[in-house]
Every structure is written in structure tokens, then in C-alpha cells.
């Protein structure tokens, strides 16, 4: 017994070492997505202009907004799945599908582009009830606060690693601008930037690359839990069936407690889009920020900076303020989101966020550091209500962790999508007024 106790690992360390694991792989899996996603409105946008027969205008908008569709109601499944694959293996199926998709940026077409936007639908949905899973099997009600700000501190590097990486594969405006009349490299001379097709391949395979490895690392994860974790691990074969589960989950949907974080989830949805696709298009579709062709790439990378400071931060605060990770935390996101919308509505061109603009702004003339200073308030804000929607539903129904934490995605990416599908329609001062209003409900 003692031999075989030596070969334990300390809870206090082993607890950390998952979720350090699962931050990892995270941050691997969307340095791939998320940070592809700040420039994939402009990135096939010249796709189209070069061949519109290949992609739709905005199919930057239309593809994420499929996937949110599926992701959506997917979410009312994978509940009954992860009951039979368990949480490790849904987050290496989940992460797989993301490396499927990436790969359909090596020949951009309508049919494969949409037909993995919608596989990767069902992939979110397995990666975040899987993540949720994992989180509460490896954490106690006294860890659960401090284990998920580091998971999300160290995922939220995504962005900046994402950043990193197109300032090494963007084309560089001198040269691009020498050859641009004898080959198919970034144009700098009209309203918005072009991304070239070779651009486009080694943005994307260095985005492979790195999604590749959170699949080896989600393989890898150990699947022990902690002792008196907030779930207990439970033998798949006695785990009910798929229309119990299903019940289960509407059950859960119409739960008191759930009902009143209905808007929490829906806000997180909202913001997403903004800061993630919508806000970092106008970069690019405003003619006087398309000029700093590296801006979209600093922009990631002050974002993603933000956020993991803030993740660490709340985990240091945690072990010393009780319940700190819930509202506190909540609150502090929703204002620093509210501020950035503010500034962003002063100094971005109206439609700039669908089509390219030289138009003027409202009040604060577009300058490449006024972007920067968003992306840090994105990146607090996006942490902070990330962190508590983790913590909140960790806790509030521990014995449906699974059923409330697909419901909150649920309410997440319906809002997404819908907010995504109708994208090239709306205006910034529209996102902005929604926003702030809707942070208020939340």
C-alpha cells in the first residue's frame, strides 16, 4: 500500500497539473480558431474578389454563424455523449474537428468550408462540455475558483501566440507593394488589404500545426479525479440513456437558478462575436487603420496579454477573497467591456464592420493605438465573465454539472450565431447600444 501510495501524485499538485495540462491544450487549440477568426471576414473577402464563384462576400460571417447554429442545439446531446466517451475523450474528438477544419484553408471552397463550419459545431459543443467536465473531476469547491482563471489564463494566450504567428506570416507592405502588379501578394492600395493565396497557407498551416498538438495533448491528459471533487467519476455503462439525458437537460433549463443566469449566458455570446470577429474586421475594412497591416496581429497579441494577466490575477485574489471568482469578477468584466464598446463606437467608421469604408467616425479619429487599448478591455472583460460563468456553474447545480454547463452554451451560441448571421447588416453603433444594454439585464 505504501509503494503504491508513493507513486500517487500530492492532490495539491495533481490538481494543478491537469489544469495546467488543460490550459495547454486550450491555448494550442485556439491559437488555431479563435485567432483566425479576428481576420477570416477579410481573409476570404479576397478570396471572393478574386474569384467569386469560390466563397460568398461575407462568408466570414456566414461560416462561424453555421457553426454556432449546430453548437447550438448540439448542446442538448452531448450530454448523453460525454456520458459515454467521458470528458477526455469528447475534448480529443472535439479538438480533432477544429484540425479538420483548419485544414479545409489550403483550398477554399463553398462546400467544404460550410460542411466542417457545421462539424465544428458538434466539436464545440464535445470540447466545452468535455472542458466543464474535466474542470469539475479535477477540482474541489475550494480549487474549482483558482483552477479555472489559470485554465482560462493560459488559453486566453491563444490570441497572443495567434498573434505572434501572423506577424511572422503577414507580407510585408514594402514588399508586397513592389510586386503586387505580377503576383498574387497583399495589396495595400485600396480601401481595405488583400490577403494573398499564399498569405492565407502559411497563416493557416502554422494555425494547423499548433491545433495538431492540443489534440496530442488532450490524448495525453491524465483522467483521474481529485479526491472530493465537485463530480465524481461514474462507470459509463451505468450512465442513463439518451432520452433520459435529454429530459434531463430541458429539466435543467428551466431551473430556477439557471433562468437567472439565462442572460449571463446570452451577454457572453454577444461580446464573443464583437470582440472576436466583428470589432478586429473594422481593422482591416477601415481605409485609415488598413494601412498597419500588423495592427490585426498586435491586436491579438494585447488582447490575448490582457486576458491572461487577468486570469492570473483573479487566481491569486481567490485564495485570499472569498467568492471573488463570482460576482466581483462578473462585475469588473461587464465594465470593462462597457467601456471599450464606448470608445470603439467613438472612433470606428459605422459600416466598417461589414464592408470596406473611408467614411468618418463619430468623434475620436482612427489612430493604430487607440485599437490596442480596446483589445486590453476585451481581453479583462472576456476573462473576468468567462472565469464566473465557470465558477457559477460549477457550483450551483453540482449534481447536473454537465446538463448546466451545455445549457449555458446553449444561450451562448444561440445569440452568437443569430448576432454572427445578421452581422453584415448591422452597423458598430447598433453592437454597441446592444451590448452595454444588455450587460445591464445580465
Given amino acids: 500500500q505504501r509503494r503504491y501510495s508513493s507513486y500517487i501524485m500530492r492532490e495539491s499538485i495533481y490538481d494543478v497539473l491537469c489544469a ?8 494550442c487549440m485556439f491559437t488555431g480558431y479563435d485567432t483566425q477568426l479576428t481576420i477570416v471576414e477579410p481573409v476570404l473577402r479576397s478570396v471572393h474578389d478574386r474569384s467569386p464563384g469560390t466563397i460568398d462576400a461575407h462568408a466570414g460571417y456566414y461560416g462561424p454563424a453555421v457553426c454556432m447554429i449546430v453548437f447550438t442545439f448540439a448542446n442538448l446531446v452531448v450530454p448523453w455523449a460525454i456520458g459515454i466517451l467521458g470528458s477526455k475523450f469528447s475534448l480529443v474528438l472535439g479538438s480533432m474537428l477544429f484540425s479538420v477544419h483548419i485544414v479545409t484553408f489550403f483550398f477554399i471552397h463553398s462546400f467544404p468550408y460550410y460542411l466542417t463550419s457545421a462539424t465544428l459545431g458538434l466539436g464545440y459543443a464535445l470540447f466545452y462540455s468535455g472542458h466543464g467536465g474535466y474542470t469539475t473531476e479535477h477540482s474541489t469547491r475550494k480549487t474549482i475558483g483558482r483552477n479555472s482563471a489559470l485554465t482560462w489564463a493560459l488559453a486566453s494566450m491563444c490570441m497572443t501566440v495567434g498573434g505572434i504567428v501572423m506577424l511572422f506570416t503577414i507580407q510585408s507592405p ?32 502554422a494555425f494547423l500545426l499548433v491545433t495538431v498538438c492540443s489534440n496530442a495533448i488532450f490524448a495525453a491528459i491524465p483522467t483521474r479525479s481529485v479526491k472530493d471533487s465537485i463530480s465524481k467519476t461514474k462507470d459509463c455503462k451505468n450512465q442513463p440513456g439518451f432520452g433520459h439525458q435529454l429530459k434531463r437537460t430541458f429539466a435543467t433549463m428551466g431551473e430556477r437558478k439557471m433562468l437567472q443566469l439565462t442572460p449571463l449566458f446570452g451577454y457572453i455570446g454577444l461580446s ?4 472576436v470577429s466583428v470589432y478586429p474586421t473594422t481593422l482591416t475594412f477601415s481605409k485609415k487603420l488598413s494601412e498597419y497591416v500588423y495592427l490585426p496581429a ?21 485564495k485570499r477573497v472569498k467568492n471573488f471568482a463570482q460576482m466581483p469578477t462578473l462585475t469588473i468584466g461587464s465594465v470593462s467591456f462597457a467601456t471599450a464598446m464606448v470608445l470603439a463606437l467613438l472612433s470606428t467608421p459605422t459600416w466598417a464592420t461589414n464592408t470596406p469604408t473611408d467614411e468618418l467616425t463619430l468623434l475620436i479619429e482612427p489612430n493604430p493605438y487607440l485599437p490596442l487599448f480596446i483589445a486590453v478591455l476585451f481581453g479583462i472583460g472576456d476573462n473576468c465573465v468567462n472565469t464566473s460563468r465557470t465558477v457559477i456553474c460549477a457550483l450551483i447545480l453540482p449534481e447536473k454539472r454537465v446538463q448546466v454547463f451545455a445549457v449555458s452554451k446553449f444561450h451562448q451560441s444561440l445569440l452568437l450565431a443569430a448576432l454572427t448571421f445578421i452581422s453584415p447588416l448591422i452597423p458598430m453603433p447598433v453592437y454597441s447600444i446592444v451590448i452595454i444594454l444588455y450587460s445591464v439585464v445580465s
Fill in 20 to 27: 495546467l495540462l488543460l490550459g495547454i491544450g486550450q491555448l
Fill in 174 to 205: 514594402e514588399i508586397g507593394n513592389e510586386i503586387v502588379q505580377s503576383t498574387n501578394m497583399t495589396a495595400i492600395g485600396r480601401s481595405f488589404r488583400e490577403y494573398s493565396d499564399g498569405e492565407i497557407r502559411m497563416m493557416y498551416g
Fill in 272 to 275: 464573443s462575436c464583437i470582440w
Fill in 298 to 318: 498586435y491586436y491579438s497579441i494585447a488582447f490575448g496579454l490582457s486576458n491572461m494577466l487577468m486570469g492570473f490575477t483573479i487566481s491569486a485574489i481567490s
